[in-house]
Structures are given as structure tokens and as C-alpha cells.
């Protein structure tokens, strides 16, 4: 009776950009970059990688870890702000390269929260179709959509895919224990990115108001800690969890900043935490399933663990979901 975790994957480009690297672009420094966000490297899609691209990769590992078939798959949503087309949706152009020739497939966008919306969204199909094999992508390959002579929002990002494959078990106590999601379409400007005039705009056209990111740090930073911190609680609440019972914390990877601070808030020790930011940077929509698979292929996820998941991002949207492995 439980919506489950049946295999997991991640992906990521093998251009590795350091620090030492973006100071040569930016006015910026190695150590101003450790210090203010704990970031060191970031991965970056090579020229023609596209996000499907990545997410194909992640999903085929996933279904390997699952030993599914791609043909088994029912429904494939991807959570991506970064795709190379409008339409067809990235879910398409994945579900045609791994061959799910079964699978209905469509994308979904809240930004850096999109994973956790996309498990909501198996959990409830899978408790429909309880035969259904579902597999949930966040990918993104977002340095397409920086504008790289803006150091408060170039040094943050980077590319990536996770995805994770959902099915049915009669075993109440495992899976999706519960989710909190919100969403404040009010404060969008403190984090926004538009369509036009083209994602391969100059920056002297497109400007940061083009096709760009652009993102109020100071903002965000207040709003994120406090909608992880209720969401969090509103979860453990709802499912009668409490955090002391918590096996690891699996937050977005968004900056150590935001973090540390979270982390402060919630009085969760870091052993109980896993981080991957560092590495990788803010890989948005991409962030949990990667550090997910990484936290599964590292044997962190032990059978009965309580795994508690928390996210925001554009929209403004957020959310925590509790999942028993």
C-alpha cells in the first residue's frame, strides 16, 4: 500500500569548472565563492549537450538499479527549467531516446522543487494504478541560462540529472509517508528567468531581463530557510514522525549558506545530512535526485530508514516529502 523507491540514477557532464576558473570571468575569487556559498566545482553541459540528453542518461541508470525495462515504464515527468524546447516537452524527447514507448510523458516546472512535485505526482498515480512503474527525472543543464558576467548568480549553478523509478508495494511502512508542498506566486520576482528573446541571445540583447536567471540572493535567503524550516515540520507533523526519528536529511543542494542556516534552524546534526553541493553547486530541479542516488549508491539508505526530503525555488514554490526506504 506504499508508493516506493525501486532504483535510482544520476548524471552528470564531465566538464568540471572550478573557481579558480570563474575568476578569470568574473570579478570574483576562489575563497569569496568558498566562503559565501561552500561551492568549489561545478559541472557544465558540453556544446549541443542538451537537458533530455542528461536525463536520458540518469533515467537508464535508474531503471539498471530498478532491472526495469524502459518499455515497463507507464508515466515519465520530467522537472526541468532548462530544456532546449518549449514543445515538445524534455519528457518526450526522453521517453523516445530510452525507448519507453509506453510511457505517457510531460514536464512540470517548479524550479528547484520540481523532483519533490514529481514524486507527489507518482504517489498518486502509482495509488491509482497500483501496477504502474513510474519514473520521476529532475535534469537541467541551467548554464545555458546564466548570464556569466553575473557573479551573484553564474558562481551558484550547474548541470546535472537524477531520476529515480516509483512502483507499488503492499507493505504499508515503506515509501511515501507523506509530503507539504506550497506555493507564493506573489514574491516570482525573486527569482524568475523569461522566454524570450532566445536562449542563445547575446547577453547585449537578451540582458538580464532576457533569457536569463536572475535571482535576489538576499531574498531568497529568508524565504528559503523559513519555508524549508515550516514545511519540514509540517510533514513530520502530518505523519506523526518526529525528527529525532529521522535517518538522513536529503535537502536541496542550494548553498551552504542557506544550509548551514537551515540546518541551525532544525538542530539536525550533519552526520544525519547529506551534502553534495560543494561539488556540484545548485543544479536546481536536478539537486535531490542526484544527491539521492549518490547518498543510495554510497549505502547511506539502509532498509527502514526515514528519509526526509526539503526543497524551494522559483515560483516561489517549496516543499518536504518523508519517504520510509
Not at 569569496?32 to 540528453?53: C, F
Not at 533569457?211 to 514545511?231: H, N, Y
Not at 535526485?289 to 549518490?294: F, N, S
Amino acid at each position: 500500500m506504499g508508493t516506493i523507491i525501486l532504483g535510482t540514477g544520476s548524471w552528470l557532464p564531465r566538464r568540471v569548472m572550478s573557481n579558480v576558473e570563474l575568476e578569470e570571468m568574473v570579478d570574483t575569487t576562489d575563497e569569496w565563492i568558498r566562503t559565501r556559498t561552500g561551492i568549489e566545482n561545478r559541472r557544465i553541459a558540453g556544446a549541443g549537450e542538451k537537458t533530455y540528453q542528461l536525463a536520458a542518461k540518469a533515467a537508464r541508470k535508474a531503471l539498471a538499479t530498478a532491472q526495469l525495462s524502459a518499455e515497463e515504464i507507464e508515466l515519465i515527468v520530467v522537472g526541468t527549467i532548462s530544456s532546449h524546447m518549449l514543445m515538445p516537452s524534455c519528457a518526450c524527447y526522453v521517453q523516445h531516446e530510452i525507448g519507453a514507448v509506453n510511457a505517457q510523458a510531460y514536464d512540470i516546472n517548479a524550479a528547484c522543487s520540481g523532483f519533490l512535485y514529481g514524486i507527489d505526482i507518482a504517489d498518486h498515480h502509482i495509488q491509482a494504478r497500483k501496477e504502474a512503474k513510474v519514473l520521476i527525472i529532475g535534469a537541467e543543464a541551467i548554464s545555458s541560462r546564466l548570464n556569466w558576467q553575473d557573479r551573484n548568480t553564474c558562481i551558484l549553478f550547474g548541470d546535472g540529472a537524477g531520476a529515480a523509478v516509483f512502483g507499488y508495494s503492499e507493505d504499508a511502512r515503506r515509501g511515501v509517508l507523506g509530503s507539504s508542498h506550497g506555493t507564493d506566486g506573489s514574491q516570482w520576482e525573486l527569482l524568475y528567468m523569461h522566454t524570450a528573446p532566445s536562449t542563445n541571445a547575446d547577453i547585449e540583447v537578451a540582458g538580464n531581463k532576457g533569457a536569463f536567471l536572475v535571482m535576489e540572493g538576499k531574498e531568497i535567503f529568508k524565504f528559503a530557510v523559513k519555508a524549508m524550516e515550516e514545511a519540514v515540520f509540517r510533514v513530520l507533523d502530518d505523519t506523526g514522525v518526529s525528527l529525532a526519528d529521522v535517518s538522513l536529511l536529503i535537502p536541496h543542494q542550494a548553498n551552504m549558506r542557506i544550509l548551514s542556516k537551515l540546518l541551525e534552524r532544525l538542530a539536525v546534526p550533519r552526520e544525519k545530512v547529506f551534502l553534495n553541493v560543494m561539488n556540484y553547486g545548485n543544479t536546481s530541479a536536478a539537486s535531490i535526485p542526484i544527491a539521492l542516488d549518490e547518498a543510495n549508491r554510497a549505502g547511506r539508505l539502509k532498509a527502514d530508514d526515514t528519509i526526509l526530503f526539503c526543497s524551494v525555488g522559483g515560483g516561489l514554490t517549496w516543499g518536504a516529502t518523508l519517504i520510509r526506504w
